[in-house]
């Protein structure tokens, strides 16, 4: 599962299960099929958000420094570049 947050607070603005993260040059490439209408409120909190993906081992935290947050031209995607990772584990 992956949930962002609204860093304030801690709001949950999108959660699925839905979603691919693959590392890249000491960061992490997030891409997440959406609904452009269900991202909105993500888009403009873009330099607020935290990421978490939870696996029944662990719960990765990830976020961008530099809000390098944006939706594919179509409107199907939400691409997120994270250069933060840290890792808990939930046992």
């Known amino acids: 599962m992956l949930m962002i947050r609204h860093a304030i607070g801690s ?3 999108f959660q699925t299960d839905i ?3 693959n590392e890249k040059n000491d960061k992490w490439e ?3 099929p959406v609904n452009k209408k269900d991202v909105q409120e993500v888009l403009k909190l873009k330099e607020e958000l935290n990421l978490f993906e939870v ?3 662990e ?3 990830y976020y961008s ?3 390098q947050i944006e939706l594919n031209d ?3 995607e939400l691409l997120i570049s994270a250069d933060h990772k840290t ?3 939930l046992s």
């Open 74 to 76: 179509e409107g199907t």
């Open 87 to 89: 890792v808990y584990p």
């Open 59 to 61: 719960k990765a935290w």
């Open 55 to 57: 696996t029944e081992q």
């Open 19 to 21: 979603f691919e993260i």
């Open 11 to 13: 709001r949950l603005l």
């Open 65 to 67: 420094s530099n809000a």
């Open 30 to 32: 997030i891409s997440i």
